[in-house]
């Protein structure tokens, strides 16, 4: 059973950083892409980061230049390091996992999420 477990959300002020990391398991790490989205109250789930087995990276366009994803295999773990955070990054953030996929930013494509994180930007 595939599980995803996020973890460095919180609070914090406009212009800070976060770091957050997704640690997977009951899945080969190294074969798999793995994306982070986000979803605001009110609004539709956006794909914010991801990064596919060979370590190419994708990055939605509001987060072009702020934000790096990243892998360890060594530990199963993908990391979002977000910088020069604003208001409009509070989101839950979620990680998700895919073993086979065409398009990085298809949230329909990922197999596996997990329970998510609650990053609030707020002064």
């Known amino acids: 059973q595939v599980r995803l477990v996020e973890s460095g959300g919180g609070l914090v002020p406009p212009g800070g950083s976060l770091r957050l990391s997704c640690v997977a398991s009951?899945?080969?790490?190294?074969?798999?892409?793995m994306g982070w989205f986000r979803q605001a109250p009110g609004k539709e789930r956006e794909f914010v980061a991801a990064?596919?087995?060979?370590?190419?990276?994708f990055y939605g366009d509001s987060v072009k230049g702020r934000f790096t994803i990243s892998r360890d295999n060594a530990k199963d773990t993908v990391f979002l390091q977000m910088n020069s955070l604003s208001p409009e990054d509070t989101a839950v953030y979620y990680c998700?996992?895919?073993?086979?996929?065409?398009?990085?930013?298809?949230?329909?494509?990922?197999?596996?999420w997990g329970q998510g994180t609650q990053v609030t930007v707020s002064s």
């Open positions: 009951g899945l080969s790490f190294e074969d798999y892409g």
């Open positions: 998700a996992a895919a073993g086979l996929i065409n398009t990085m930013s298809n949230a329909d494509e990922y197999e596996s």
């Open positions: 990064i596919n087995w060979s370590r190419r990276t």
